[in-house]
C-alpha cells in the first residue's frame, strides 16, 4: 500500500469520518465500518483532502483535460482537488452543475470552464452510481467525453447483483474509477495497528460475506 494511502487512512480515522463499530447500511447490512467523507467539513481538511485525491490521480496516470464536480458534494472536491493541482504544477480547468437551471445571467445549470476532451469526474463514493450517470449526460450532450472517476473510497462491496458499484460504472460506460482507498487497503491498515487490528476479524468477515472477489 501506497504511502499516502496509509495516511489518508490516519487522517480520515483522526477526524472521524472512518469509524469502527456497528453501522447498518442504506441496503440494510450490518457494517463494521462507516465512512462520511461530510466531516471533513472545515478548511483544513479540505486542503487536506484535495491533495490525498491528487496523489491517487496522478498515481493513477490516467490522461484528462479537465475535472467535473457533481453537485453538490463534487462542487467543493473538484474545487479543492484543482487547486492541489495546480500547486503540483498541472493546471486544470474543472467545471461543476447545479441541480436547478439557472434562467437569468448566464443562464443554464454548468459552471466553470466549458465541457471539453476527456473529462474526469470526482465524486466522494458511488453508491447507486447516479451522480455518475448524470454527469455522464452533462458530458455527452456538451460534445465531451468521461474517461474516468476519481473517489476517496471503493468499498468494494457488491450491490444487488455480483457486481460492485465501482465496477457496475466501469461496465456500463467503459471508463476506470480511481479511488484513494479501498476496502483491502482499511483492512491491510488494521493488521498493523496495535489499536484498531481488533477490528480486523469483523472486517473480514464482512468482505467474505458482501465483498467483490
Known sequence: MSDFRK?????????????????????????????????????????KLGQ????????????????FGPAYKGIPLVSAIAIALAE?????????????????????????????????????????????RESVNHIHASG??????????????RGNGALSATQEVH????????SIVNLDDIMNYLRDSEDLGHNLRAMQNYRERYGIG
Not at 469520518?17 to 483544513?44: H, I, Q, W
Not at 461496465?171 to 480511481?178: M, R
Request: aromatic share 12%; proline share 4%; glycine share 12%.
Open 144 to 157: 465531451a467525453t468521461p474517461c474516468g472517476v476519481g473517489i476517496a473510497l471503493d468499498r468494494m462491496e
Open 7 to 47: 495516511e489518508f487512512i490516519k487522517f480520515a480515522i483522526s477526524r472521524h469520518v472512518l469509524c469502527f463499530g456497528e453501522f447498518k447500511t442504506k441496503a440494510g447490512r450490518m457494517s463494521p465500518y462507516f465512512f462520511n467523507a461530510g466531516l471533513f467539513n472545515d478548511g483544513d481538511s479540505l486542503r
Open 88 to 132: 503540483s504544477g498541472h493546471n486544470f480547468p474543472f467545471c461543476f452543475n447545479r441541480k436547478e437551471v439557472k434562467d437569468h445571467g448566464e443562464g443554464g445549470n454548468l459552471v466553470g470552464a466549458p465541457l471539453a476532451g476527456r473529462v474526469l469526474i470526482v465524486d466522494d463514493v458511488i453508491s447507486a452510481g447516479t451522480s455518475v
Open 52 to 67: 490525498f485525491y491528487a496523489k491517487a490521480i496522478q498515481a493513477a496516470e490516467l490522461p484528462f483535460d479537465m475535472l
Open 171 to 178: 461496465h456500463a460506460y467503459g471508463i476506470q474509477v480511481i
